[in-house]
């Protein structure tokens, strides 16, 4: 059964430093997403993707992060200068068309020093 | 405000018994979703509705779209069951996300 990867499985960084969360979406799906999980906390949207470009960003969603759909399988979320708050777990999802199911992989911790 | 409420928070059953888990939202939506997310973090999603009921082995959902209610229930309840069932909604429109709630632990005890 197709499913969503994500890597690395934990992250650990240094306050200001840059870092590259992976993503590889199910292979016929359309739109991507970035959801985060602050320990604790409930799930909370980032970003949405769809047709190369941002369809939609929360308010956390700054400056400071990026994403890129760089070669047609990988779906990054970069981080520019990583702050404590930072931390969380963070969940890529994959639907195949707007308001359709979404399929979650399994999180990359980040933890930032 | 766009806010999905979860009751209980908490919730401990003994193995057999059968669980409902509930959800209320504040505004009209496109669908709705229940998902369980086990120790270690991974989401599963388990069902999206936006009408009526569905059902999935020992798992049912309903919805009540008029009184922006929806139930996930759990029949025969396991051990295995043990997560956290967090439920999401979809607003629809111009937007994509989801908006979660706080979710539901629940602990199944043998």
């Known amino acids: 059964e197709p499913e969503v990867t994500q890597t690395p499985s934990h992250q650990v960084t240094q306050m200001g430093q840059e870092v590259i969360l992976r993503c590889v979406p199910i292979?016929?799906?359309?739109?991507f997403y970035w959801y985060r999980q602050i320990l604790g906390q409930k799930v909370e949207f980032l970003v949405s993707?769809?047709?190369?470009?941002?369809?939609?960003k929360s308010e956390i969603f700054d400056d400071q992060f990026s994403v890129e759909r760089p070669d047609g399988s990988n779906f990054t979320l970069k981080i520019r200068s990583t702050k404590l708050e930072d931390s969380a777990m963070y969940f890529c999802a994959s639907s195949l068309g707007r308001n359709n199911e979404q399929f979650f992989g399994p999180g990359t911790r980040l933890t930032v020093l | 405000k766009n806010e999905v409420e979860q009751s209980p928070q908490n919730l401990t059953a003994q193995e057999g018994e059968f669980i409902t888990i509930n959800c209320s939202y504040s505004?009209?939506?496109?669908?709705l979703h229940w998902l369980q997310q086990h120790p270690g973090g991974g989401i599963v999603s388990l069902f999206m509705?936006?009408?009526g009921k569905k059902k999935h082995g020992r798992l049912i959902a309903t919805i009540n779209i008029q009184e922006k209610h929806s139930s996930l229930h759990i029949t025969a309840s396991h051990p295995r069951d043990s997560a956290v069932y967090i439920c999401?909604?979809?607003?629809?429109?111009?937007?994509?996300?989801?908006?979660f709630g706080t979710g539901t632990l629940l602990a199944v005890q043998p």
């Open positions: 292979s016929n799906h359309l739109y």
């Open positions: 505004v009209g939506i496109s669908a």
């Open positions: 509705l936006s009408s």
């Open positions: 993707f769809y047709n190369n470009e941002i369809s939609e």
């Open positions: 999401a909604v979809d607003y629809g429109g111009a937007t994509n996300k989801l908006i």
